[in-house]
């Protein structure tokens, strides 16, 4: 799917701000060697040094040109459907890994032309794992206008 430039547009100002994509996404974590090993060894991310200027346990890494940001706290992340997304080519070769695995996956709510599913980290954070058969149709998908 190609990449879109979107402009936020302020109701206020007139204006746009010009964004371009999301950056990053952060997580908490209870366990850096646990969520170390989920997410570099069986996920294969990329682990990118954090900030020197960080004085607390962060874990980096790249997917692309994105981040994703591993925090550690005491306790884990209230469980809820909040989630991020990990984009795959192949949604059933993406099962049977997973299943091989032992990881324990969740069917959801079907989006058309897409296939997809979630896993959840060792703290419970919830990860779809999506296949875009087709690129997204906001206009197919929009609410009819009676």
């Not at 170390?36 to 790249?62: M, N, Q, S």
């Not at 550690?72 to 890994?97: C, G, N």
């Not at 058309?112 to 998908?141: L, T």
């Amino acid at each position: 799917m190609p990449a879109v430039q979107a402009e936020a547009v302020s109701p206020n100002a007139g204006t746009t701000l010009p964004l371009t994509q999301i950056d990053h996404c952060s997580v908490i974590i209870t366990d850096v060697a646990r969520s170390r090993h989920f997410y570099r060894d069986l996920l294969g991310l990329r682990e990118i040094p954090k900030p020197k200027t960080f004085d607390f346990v962060a874990l980096w890494f790249e997917i692309g040109n994105q981040q994703l940001h591993l925090l550690q706290k005491d306790e884990p992340d209230t469980i809820s459907p909040r989630h991020f997304a990990l984009r795959v080519t192949d949604a059933q070769q993406a099962r049977t890994y997973f299943r091989e695995r032992g990881v324990s996956m969740e069917e959801t709510t079907p989006i058309h032309g897409a296939d997809r599913f979630f896993v959840r980290d060792p703290d419970g954070n919830r990860i779809e794992i999506i296949q875009w058969q087709r690129p997204y149709d906001a206009a197919a998908n929009a609410p009819i206008q009676h």
